[in-house]
């Protein structure tokens, strides 16, 4: 079961706020005294929490009897505060754009009232990977350490076109109404994730028959499934997010009103410190 934390009236980069803004988490394990056994999962595009579960657990990679893990959900994913369940004034279309920089800063403000003082590890999956840097040159003093997987620091011409494709098969159901739809544009959605298919994995992994190995029959098993997941999903959730992905199309902002600094990254990484293979 995740928690809700109580951000208030919160003010996004852009200058427009959320209004009453929820960030939806979850803890597994005991922060210690020092406050720095902390690592940080944030979700991924179409993920919550609950998808890093198979991470966590005795004998896992996240010991919770060595670990305070927080698990935490980007605004947009439909249980931190979303198109789908934010104040009436701000629900569906007129949710207000969201940048990565945004759900990091709710992040500090969230691991600043649990008591954590630094971070052990902040690692991500694609999404949650661009959020993972984002850490890295908001706050590089509390961040011990990072775990990017399967993403960038940006998102890039090719990955900004990909999205764009999605997008579009979604919007070209006459039912989606420019996101002001009065049922779900069922249509629309399984086209969205049966697009997503095709960039979801790799050449090898249809041309040598890999998804047989997660239990797929054939490709069009693997169409099917794809657009039948996609399908229960809200419209504006998903491209919310998705336009959250797509505007880090830059090198990255360090602090608010500074602008960019792309050599952040590299500053950062001249100071990283051993990650979970490391004692105490």
């Known amino acids: 079961m995740h928690q809700d934390f109580a951000l208030g009236r919160f ?12 960030l939806a988490y979850r803890t597994y394990g005991k922060l210690n005294e020092a406050g720095d056994n902390c690592v940080l999962l944030p979700s991924y595009y179409t993920g919550t929490h609950a998808s890093y579960e198979p991470w966590i657990g005795p004998g896992r990679m996240l010991d919770p009897e060595r ?11 439909g249980l931190s505060t979303s198109p789908s369940n934010a104040s009436p004034g701000i629900r569906g279309t007129d949710f207000p754009d969201v940048d990565i920089a945004d759900n990091v800063i709710a992040h500090h403000r969230l691991l600043t009232a649990l008591g954590v003082r630094h971070i052990r590890m902040v690692a991500g999956w694609s999404m949650g990977a661009l959020q993972a840097y984002e850490w890295a040159v ?32 979604l919007a070209a159901d006459q039912a989606y109404d ?5 049922s779900p544009p069922v249509r629309g959605l399984r086209a969205f994730g049966t697009v997503y298919a095709g960039w979801a994995y790799s050449q090898e992994f249809f041309r040598d028959g890999i998804y047989r190995e997660l239990g797929y029959r054939d490709v069009d098993h693997v169409l099917d499934d794809w657009a039948d997941d996609h399908k229960h999903m809200d419209a504006n959730n998903l491209l919310t997010v998705l336009g959250t992905w797509q505007r880090v199309a830059g090198t990255r902002r360090v602090r608010e009103g500074t602008g960019e600094d ?7 990484a001249g100071h990283l410190r051993p990650l979970l293979s490391c004692r105490g």
């Open 11 to 22: 003010g996004l980069v852009s200058g427009l706020d959320l209004p009453d803004a929820t």
């Open 178 to 182: 420019g996101g002001r739809y009065s």
């Open 262 to 268: 792309p050599g952040a990254l590299h500053r950062y």
């Open 138 to 169: 908001r706050y590089p003093e509390m961040v011990y350490g990072i775990l990017p997987i399967a993403g960038a620091a940006r998102c890039s011409p090719h990955n900004f076109v990909f999205l764009e494709g999605v997008k579009a098969a």
């Open 67 to 77: 670990w305070f893990v927080v698990a935490v959900n980007m605004f947009g994913n």
